[in-house]
């Protein structure tokens, strides 16, 4: 249904839809919207798992009858990750071996969201346990990039990504381990942000890599991104890497930086992400692209310069070493005992052969890829060697973050930038069979995880009719800088382009789906 401005409650950011519902328009209306949009395009897209139209309906009508539509979010649609627990609500990670079960209670994040009188539609696909860059890894079917259907949406938050930019939710929650959130943001046109490790609370997130997930906002603009964070940040007492630390104030920011003027901000360009001497594997389109922000973020007023962090280079066999090694670990708990699926318990076999006939069935292969690769990396003999290597090489990480940051005598940044990715959505099916092709595209996401400092993802262009993404990284704690500067970029490309950047996008069902799938 349109506004008076003309525009549909699908195509609206959120602080429209708030002023809509303020105007006089119910939250059954506007989930209805969202639903008519997710029953006559998801068909194609693939975007959802898990969608119950009446529970969403009724949810509305109750934040309607409460009088709370239209304030705070109250009323709002939202889409959550199907690696976060909801209570009642199936949670599969992307797995078969989750499939058909339903926690008993809401993760964190799902409870203030909750809180907020949010209504919940639905679940979204995922790269199964969360290991993946293209959702191809799901156990339940791929979901296609609303841009090109014939291309991945990025992962493994593919299927928030795809909902959110083809108007089947007007925000979603991701999660980001290695690049999940500002990878799949990146290639569909959104705005995804990966807060600071411990800022949002873990508890109920489906464990991929402790120390690494992080569960953050994706959304159409950047002040959407943060009013969500907002809404799900802040310690939590059943997380216990959760930071006790108020947040920082993120929307106001994001307000603040779409005035543009960045004068007193430095801003350093990370050498090796693309730079010079370090172009192999980047799109020339994406770095074009990137250039051209910088460029703008200089004419705010901002001072720019080239920055090297050469401990960025092995981010990628570190990520790979460690992010395997926790998922070894975490995913024990699967033993067909537990939770969900369980094979073979005919009363003729014991328990470790049901554990194994299970965890065979369960998994996919991606998953058992990195159970081994990680089981084998903390094996005694070969743990120092792979591990105990990763981890110093993550110090390293960490370290090049710092200089780069409190660098002495004013030569540290305020921020550091790169691409989000080094290529725009590939085709599916491209790189399924070639691993460490579909690692690459987390390149330059993975250290800012490796760090645990925050990073966002904005679009800055097209290439060849594709979003391309520019990260923004800043100091632990500080993610209201992101928030600033990904707001000012925004406010210019929106103001040059006279449009929003999602404006840009044909409606999927307009498109045809040739068979990739
Ligand atoms: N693509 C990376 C991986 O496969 C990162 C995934 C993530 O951030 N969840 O591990």
């Not at 949406?153 to 991701?174: D, E, K, R, T």
């Not at 799949?184 to 942000?193: E, R, S």
Request: glycine content about 12%.
């Amino acid at each position: 249904m349109p506004d008076a401005t003309g525009r549909e409650f699908t195509s609206m950011t959120v602080t429209e839809l708030q002023a809509a519902l303020r105007d006089g328009a119910t939250a059954a209306e506007v989930t209805h919207a969202y639903l008519d949009r997710i029953a006559s395009d998801d068909g194609t897209l693939g975007s959802y798992l898990h969608v119950d139209p009446e529970a969403a309906l009724e949810r509305a009508a109750a934040v309607d009858a409460s009088g709370a539509a239209g304030s705070g979010l109250a009323g709002i649609p939202v889409a959550l990750k199907d690696v976060i627990v909801t209570e009642g609500v199936p949670t599969t990670s992307g797995s078969k071996i989750l499939e058909g079960w339903a926690p008993p209670y809401d993760a964190t994040v799902a409870a203030r969201l909750k809180a907020a009188d949010t209504v919940l539609l639905g679940k979204t696909n995922m790269d199964e346990f969360a290991m993946g860059s293209s959702t191809e890894n799901s156990a339940y079917g791929i979901t296609r990039n609303p841009w090109d259907l014939e291309r991945i949406p990025g992962g493994s938050s593919g299927g928030s990504s795809a909902a959110v930019a083809a108007g089947l939710a007007p925000w979603a929650i991701g999660t980001d381990t290695g690049g999940s959130i500002r990878q799949p943001a990146a290639l569909t046109g959104l705005v995804g942000h990966k807060p600071t490790y411990g800022s949002v609370s873990r508890y109920g997130l489906i464990a991929f890599s402790s120390s690494l997930d992080q569960a953050g906002p994706m959304a159409r603009t950047v002040l959407d991104a943060a009013l969500l964070h907002e809404a799900i940040g802040g310690h939590d007492p059943l997380d216990s890497t959760s930071i006790d630390a108020p947040l920082p104030v993120l929307a106001e920011c994001a307000r603040r930086g779409a005035d543009g003027d960045l004068a007193g901000l430095t801003v350093g360009v990370v050498r090796e992400l693309g730079g010079q001497g370090h172009t192999d594997g980047y799109e020339p389109g994406v770095l074009a692209r990137v250039a051209e922000a910088v460029a703008l973020l200089e004419s705010m007023g901002a001072e720019v310069r080239e920055v090297s962090c050469p401990a960025f280079d092995l981010a990628l066999p570190a990520y790979y070493l460690i992010a395997p090694s926790e998922a070894s670990s975490n995913l024990s708990r699967f033993d067909g005992v537990r939770y969900g699926l369980r094979v073979g318990d005919d009363g003729t076999r014991d328990l470790d052969e049901v554990m194994a006939l299970t965890r065979e069935q369960g998994f996919g292969p991606e998953v058992k890829r990195r159970i081994i690769l990680g089981t084998y990396a903390l094996s005694s003999g070969y743990y120092e060697a792979y591990y105990g290597q990763a981890q110093k090489v993550r110090t390293l990480i960490s370290r090049d973050f710092s200089a780069a940051f409190d660098a002495g005598d004013g030569a540290g940044v305020d921020v550091l930038v790169s691409p989000t990715t080094p290529t725009v959505a590939f085709p599916l099916g491209s790189r399924v069979d070639d691993p460490v092709a579909m690692y690459a595209a987390d390149l330059c996401t993975l250290p800012a995880s490796l760090a645990g400092v925050p990073a966002i993802s904005v679009p800055c262009g097209l290439s060849d009719g594709l979003p391309v993404g520019f990260q923004i990284m800043a100091p632990a704690l500080a993610d209201d800088r992101c928030y600033q500067v990904a707001a000012a970029l925004e406010a210019a490309l929106d103001a040059a382009r006279g449009s929003r950047f999602l404006d840009q996008l044909p409606r999927p069902a307009a498109q045809p789906v040739g068979g990739a799938a």
